[in-house]
């Protein structure tokens, strides 16, 4: 599979919130840089898990809009607004933020991130 479709398939899922599949689509080496609203974060990939088991607590759907996906090589650039349904309101479907991530991938999963996001 390609570079590029492999992360189209990542940001088409709900994955961001089953722990066992994100597993397995990223590098054992994986380190996630992310210039966030609190700041720089560097995330390996128990941390990426961690967020991942947080993020599942809090919310029951999470549905990524991607409107740009350019790769070249191994390296895809993905921008995307990511929406979420809570656990205490499921019908409602909110804006959580808007990313732009570059992803290296090595051994067809994911291996470096480069993320900035904004609320």
Do not use: C
């Not at 995330?43 to 409107?67: G, H, Q």
């Not at 650039?77 to 933020?97: G, S």
């Amino acid at each position: 599979m390609k570079a590029k479709d492999i992360v189209a398939n990542f940001y088409k899922s709900d994955v961001v919130l089953d722990t066992d599949a994100l597993d397995v689509l990223l590098h054992d080496d994986v380190l996630l840089e992310w210039h966030s609203t609190k700041g720089f974060l560097q995330l390996n990939k128990p941390m990426i898990l961690d967020l991942s088991k947080e993020l599942n607590k809090a919310y029951v759907r999470s549905k990524n809009n991607v409107s740009h996906l350019v790769a070249k090589g191994d390296t895809v650039t993905v921008r995307y607004t990511q929406y979420v349904k809570t656990i205490e309101n499921p019908r409602e479907e909110m804006l959580l933020a808007h990313f732009i991530v570059i992803w290296e991938l090595k051994d067809d999963k994911l291996f470096r991130g480069y993320q900035i996001s904004q609320l």
